[in-house]
């Protein structure tokens, strides 16, 4: 799935990213460090992997975000 880095705290390496319909997800520093990455601008366009409800980005509503959660982030590739 993509999304767009939204924020980032390089001290504990976790922050948000939004998806193409502008849901914000946070991500844990598990997941950036599973990912590969040292750094994350706002902006960038990231591929993510997630688990939990709403997970393939399918019919994501408010009520399902509280139980999605990102396992990877990593750079979006072409």
Known sequence: MQATAYTYDP???TGQV????????????PAFDR???RLLRPGQ?????????GGDGAGAGAGQ??????TLITLQTF
């Open 65 to 70: 975000d509280t139980a999605r959660r990102i």
């Open 11 to 13: 001290e504990t390496r």
């Open 35 to 37: 990912g590969g990455l």
């Open 45 to 53: 366009r990231v591929r993510i992997e997630v688990e939990g409800e």
């Open 18 to 29: 939004l998806l193409d319909d502008g849901t914000p997800v946070p991500f844990d520093a």
